[in-house]
């Protein structure tokens, strides 16, 4: 079944320590977005890829890095974490650009402590 | 000022009512608009997509947008508790543009 995955569902790491936030799909879509989520919040953009090797900062300015080195993976990484990284990040991608709805992943619960 | 502005709740309403959900925005140029439901601990998932302006049905749910007023509404009929949710609205300029999103409205459905 196409879909869209992300792993961890949870974390609780310590402050300083180096994290990557798996995020994988099988719709060979080729762009992918990596959202943050507080409550109460709209979805702010960290992130995006159109395709391989194509990166760009969104939005929301982050202290976070990506790669796209396959279609199909497009992984977060945040070197040193901080109190202020906890939040939700959810991953999602589109065949098509936003024009056509995005498929969300069900998202990684991020807690630095 | 926000681009898009969403009154975000909760919103509680007794089972089998009819719900309106609402959003405005500012930006003129916005063509493509979507309502996502977000269930507690899930990612967003696409419920209703239009383009442009008019109504759009799909079962219980129904789509409306009215760009001369830039107000988007979702009503959905006969809700069930399983509605309860917190639904996102977006929108976007076109394909190549990134969506613009509502805080989301939190739904109560009340047994």
């Known amino acids: 079944e196409a879909d869209i995955y992300q792993t961890p569902r949870y974390l609780v790491i310590g402050t300083g320590k180096k994290i990557t936030l798996e995020c994988s799909q099988t719709m060979g879509h080729d762009k992918m977005y990596w959202y943050q989520q507080d409550p109460g919040m709209e979805l702010h953009l960290i992130h995006y890829s159109y395709g391989v090797n194509s990166t760009e900062k969104g939005d929301l300015s982050s202290e976070s890095t990506v790669s796209r080195i396959r279609t199909e993976h497009f992984p977060l990484t945040l070197e040193s974490a901080r109190p202020s990284h906890t939040s939700q990040y959810l991953c999602?991608?589109?065949?098509?650009?936003?024009?056509?709805?995005?498929?969300f992943g069900s998202g990684t619960r991020l807690t630095v402590v | 000022q926000k681009e898009v502005e969403q009154d975000p709740g909760p919103l509680g309403v007794p089972e089998g009512a009819i719900v309106s959900l609402n959003c405005t925005y500012s930006?003129?140029?916005?063509?493509?608009f979507m309502w996502y439901r977000q269930y507690s601990r899930k990612g967003p998932e696409l419920l209703m997509y239009?383009?442009s302006s008019g109504n759009k049905e799909d079962g219980r749910f129904t789509a409306q947008v009215d760009k001369s007023s830039k107000y988007i509404s979702l009503f959905i009929r006969d809700s069930q508790p399983s509605d309860s949710a917190t639904y996102l609205c977006a929108m976007s300029q076109g394909s190549n543009y990134q969506l613009i999103w509502g805080a989301g409205t939190k739904l109560i459905i009340k047994p």
């Open positions: 930006n003129s140029a916005f063509q493509y």
């Open positions: 239009t383009y």
């Open positions: 999602a991608s589109s065949g098509q650009g936003a024009g056509y709805g995005y498929t």
